[in-house]
């Protein structure tokens, strides 16, 4: 939801300083969402029981 927001937000405007740190903060909330759901998923493989 908050990298939808965004995107919205940034709009097809002119492209200035302002944008630029609003792509740069997109992208880095991109990569900690998706940096989140590798460390969940390494954590869940910790704890499932061996067979």
Same mark, same amino acid.
């Given at each position: ?5 965004a995107?919205? @937000?940034? /709009?097809?405007?002119?492209?200035n &300083? *302002?944008? @630029?740190? /609003?792509?740069?903060?997109?992208? &880095? *909330? ?5 940096g ?5 998923q ?10």
């Amino acid at each position: 939801v908050i990298i939808v927001g965004a995107l919205i @937000a940034a /709009g097809p405007q002119d492209w200035n &300083l *302002a944008k @630029a740190f /609003g792509f740069i903060a997109v992208v &880095l *909330a991109s990569i900690n969402i998706f940096g989140g759901f590798i460390v969940t998923q390494r954590m869940l493989q910790m704890f499932r029981q061996k067979r």
